[in-house]
């Protein structure tokens, strides 16, 4: 067998795994909606900024809405695949947050009154997942844990 390991995570990475997608999405879960807004808040090459949009509403991430008809003008919302997202942008920010800020630059405040501290819970039995609650079953023929079978 030929080829890298089929794999969810490389084919998410192909729509949202570049560095200015990530924060597309950030802006967009902020509120921030409007091509101008997000190039500020960014800091990207417009053309740059303008082919991750492009890419994301192409893909069923983000859509495209109208908000002005003279001069047309769009926003960005994001769709239900889209929203999908929140939580892994919750996870990369705190894993950020103990890792690599000093101090974290925001804080999101939960409706319980706590900080915001996301973890991944089973969707069956609501218990924290971790490594050893874990086992993969590899359902492509082929390939196990440890790579293609020759």
Not at 63 to 73: C, I, L
Not at 97 to 114: E, F, K
Request: hydrophobic share 45%; glycine share 8%.
């Amino acid at each position: 067998m030929t080829g890298a390991r089929p794999c969810s995570i490389a084919d998410a990475l192909s729509v949202i795994g570049e560095k200015y997608s990530l924060l597309v999405l950030r802006e967009v879960f902020f509120g921030v909606r409007r091509f101008d807004a997000m190039a500020r808040n960014i800091g990207a090459p417009r053309d740059i900024l303008a082919a991750r949009l492009r890419r994301l509403v192409e893909a069923g991430v983000l859509e495209k809405v109208p908000y002005s008809e003279r001069p047309r003008r769009f926003e960005y919302r994001p769709t239900e695949a889209g929203q999908e997202l929140r939580p892994v942008l919750l996870m990369l920010k705190s894993w950020g947050d103990r890792h690599l800020a000093d101090v974290p630059p925001v804080i999101l405040d939960h409706s319980c009154g706590a900080e915001l501290d996301p973890v991944v819970v089973c969707g069956a039995c609501r218990e924290p997942v971790g490594k050893e609650s874990m086992t993969a079953r590899f359902q492509v023929p082929g390939w196990t844990a440890a790579g293609a079978v020759d």
